[in-house]
């Protein structure tokens, strides 16, 4: 049975002034899919997703996320998206509870008491939500982050780079949730520069270079290792 | 428009103009040929306006569709609007040491010459300070349009306030007995002026688009792998 | 509706982030009263010319504290990328800019109101006899200001120097608003109260209907990538 794919997106291109980012990127992404974009600094993996994310216009291209074509219709389908990016998007004054109260409204949840308190159970700050977030760890922020981009039970997941900062216990806490997100139906598109932690649950794998996704494969974490390494080291020309 | 015609016109109706100011309009009764700087001021005053009108109609079209040539347009009548509005102010400076004895004075027609000045200023400089392209041509667009809305609104706040708190006026009055020959003068200096606008405008709009060329082939170049 | 709820939603939350530290709010006090103080010395007014040039200085001490606090409403949000965080949402870039603007005036007014009273106290200006039309005034002219800060805020803080081109875009777009504001309190305080009054009451509500309208509509586009 084929389902219609989330996320489509056709010679997607994106230039920021003289410099170029996405030079027509072709993808198509099922529903419960996790898709891993893997490649160095600076080829593309995060403009990608903030692209499907709405953050980022392309300046040629068609991007449709669950069949709306977002550049047409760019309010449209915006709550079946969550992101998690470096930025937690959260406020330094406000306690967990006040931030994810605040994001409650904007996605306007209809009992957002309850969702509150599952996400803040799940991501374990229960104890500490009513605390000013400065107080938190980069382990707790990103925990209430990714409860921030859960709180409104969206279709899909970006991640921009989750595991940067986190220690092993984190990453492979996140690495499980991610798992367990992808086995209730959903989607996670990620992008990442290392194999890290945490990815074990990631079946689908692109190597972005150059504003271009090079490669596509499938397989599980094991697989990819070495198929990455191959990849780095072909692509090594102008790094230094 | 033809820029090579253009530039002829507007050689043409400006040699035409000046004589015209110099030679053929009448020596004004009481301020004598200090006077002749009203031709210049008042064209460059009029220009001034057709240059924030073309800044606000193009701000307002790439708002819509999103067209660099359309960001190229506007800013450079951004820029030589500019150019005229000093013009304008210097004329103006010029004018009323001789004839009033003082550099400056509040008059809303100046006052109003002197805000748009700086929003002119403010306008440009906004697009020096924006590192992305996309983003600058979006953010003057929308300064543009605030800019180019509120110009009326500053003139007429001037206007009364002026009634409230008088000053001398340099414009003196609007058209109050000009001779018939003053006039011809002026419709001719605005034509000059308006060419000129127009040549200087479309003079910058190619060197912008120059520049885009050369950003698109180095853009093309590292695709390539050559940059 | 859910318009005004999401506005609602960004000005309680810009509400209750400055609440918790207070920053802005205090330096805004204490800048105005600073410049209260230079006031005194630069120009030792006496009471005649308190009467004269009071609304003048007063609305230059509101300008000036104002200029301060507009900052605020997105450097706050420069912290954590908190603008993308809204811009996810299915919020409309109006709601925003609602949300923010109301959070903005309410904070001037705030700051303002002690202003006020400190100015009377200090140049020892009897505002009682005026102050309901006083406070309308002040209510339109901040209005007029918070309108046109808060779009123009958030598209300095695009720019390298954000901090010098607030106030360089600010000013002269606001032109009007000091203009009406400064000729507003004046003639209120002339006995009976000048003519000009309607003129210049009609003025800025005219100023402030346009100075909303356009920022909501345009405000999507300071807001894009």
Not at chain 1, 47 to 67: M, Q, W, Y
Not at chain 1, 94 to 122: C, M, S
Not at chain 3, 106 to 118: G, H, N, T
Request: with cysteine; aromatic share 14%.
């Amino acid at each position: 049975m084929a389902d219609a794919p989330v996320v489509r997106l056709e010679k997607v291109e994106k230039w920021f002034g003289r410099t170029s980012a996405l030079q027509g990127v072709d993808l198509t992404v099922q529903p419960g899919e996790f898709l891993v974009f893997l490649g160095r600094n600076g080829a593309g993996k995060s403009t990608l997703l903030r692209v499907v994310a709405r953050l980022v216009r392309p300046n040629s291209g068609r991007v449709e996320v669950c069949g709306i074509d977002v550049l047409r219709y760019p309010e449209a389908g915006r709550e079946k998206l969550g992101f998690v990016a470096h930025s937690s998007y959260l406020y330094r004054n406000l306690t967990a509870f006040e931030n994810l109260q605040f994001f409650a409204r904007l996605y306007g949840l209809k009992e957002p008491e309850d969702r509150i308190h599952k996400v803040l159970r799940w991501a374990g700050l229960e104890k500490n939500a009513l605390r000013p977030i400065h107080g938190f760890s980069r382990g707790m922020q990103q925990r209430l982050s990714i409860a921030r981009a859960t709180l409104h039970d969206p279709e899909i997941l970006l991640l921009d780079e989750p595991f940067s900062g986190l220690d092993l216990e984190a990453s492979e806490l996140l690495g499980e949730w991610l798992e367990s997100f992808v086995a209730n139906g959903k989607t996670v598109l990620m992008a990442t520069h290392d194999l890290e932690q945490g990815l074990q649950g990631a079946r689908r794998w692109a190597f972005v270079d150059q504003g271009k996704i090079a490669e596509e494969l499938p397989g599980t974490d094991a697989d990819i290792r070495d198929q990455y390494k191959k990849f780095l080291k072909e692509k090594r020309r102008d790094v230094f | 428009m033809n820029r090579n015609l253009l530039a002829w016109a507007t050689c043409a109706t400006m040699l035409l103009s000046l004589y015209a100011i110099f030679m053929y309009a009448p020596t004004e009764l009481t301020m004598g040929a200090v006077q002749r700087i009203f031709y210049f001021h008042f064209a460059s005053h009029w220009v001034n306006f057709l240059a924030i009108f073309c800044v606000f109609i193009y701000s307002v079209r790439f708002l819509i569709k999103r067209d660099r040539e359309l960001d190229i347009k506007a800013s450079s009548a951004a820029e030589v609007g500019l150019l005229f509005a000093t013009i304008g102010l210097l004329t103006g400076m010029f004018w009323a040491k001789p004839v009033w004895g003082i550099w400056w004075t509040w008059d809303p027609r100046l006052t109003s010459f002197f805000v748009l000045w700086l929003i002119y200023w403010g306008y440009l400089m906004l697009r020096r300070l924006v590192e992305s392209p996309e983003q600058r041509a979006r953010l003057s667009a929308v300064f543009g349009v605030l800019g180019a809305v509120d110009v009326p609104i500053i003139y007429v706040s001037n206007r009364v306030w002026r009634t409230q708190h008088p000053q001398p006026v340099i414009g003196g009055g609007e058209g109050s007995g000009l001779d018939p020959r003053m006039g011809w003068v002026v419709a001719l200096s605005f034509l000059a002026f308006t060419l000129l606008y127009f040549y200087l405008w479309k003079m910058r709009q190619d060197l912008e688009r120059a520049q885009e060329t050369v950003e698109s082939l180095t853009r093309q170049s590292q695709f390539k792998g050559f940059a | 509706m859910t318009f005004f709820k999401q506005a609602g939603a960004i000005f309680w939350k810009d509400v209750l982030t400055e609440f918790r530290t207070k920053d802005a709010v205090t330096s805004m006090l204490l800048f105005g009263l600073l410049v209260i103080l230079m006031f005194h010395f630069a120009f030792e007014p006496d009471s005649m010319e308190t009467a004269r040039f009071g609304p003048g200085l007063l609305w230059m001490t509101f300008l000036f504290a104002g200029l301060l606090g507009m900052n605020r409403a997105f450097a706050g949000e420069r912290e954590n990328d908190g603008l993308q965080g809204l811009k996810l949402a299915p919020i409309s870039s109006g709601a925003i800019y609602l949300g923010k603007m109301i959070a903005n005036l309410c904070f001037m007014l705030l700051v303002e109101a002690v202003i006020l009273f400190c100015f009377a106290f200090f140049f020892n200006f009897n505002l009682l006899p005026r102050l309901g039309w006083m406070c309308g005034i002040t209510l339109l002219g901040t209005l007029g200001f918070a309108s046109i800060g808060t779009i123009l805020a958030a598209v300095s803080m695009n720019t390298r120097m954000s901090d010098v081109m607030l106030p360089i875009l600010l000013l002269p777009i606001a032109l009007p608003v000091v203009i009406g504001a400064v000729e507003s309190t004046a003639a209120i305080f002339t006995d009976p109260p000048g003519e000009a009054l309607g003129f210049w009451v009609k003025f800025l509500v005219a100023f402030n209907i346009i100075f909303i309208t356009l920022p909501l509509m345009m405000f999507e586009y300071v807001l894009e990538e």
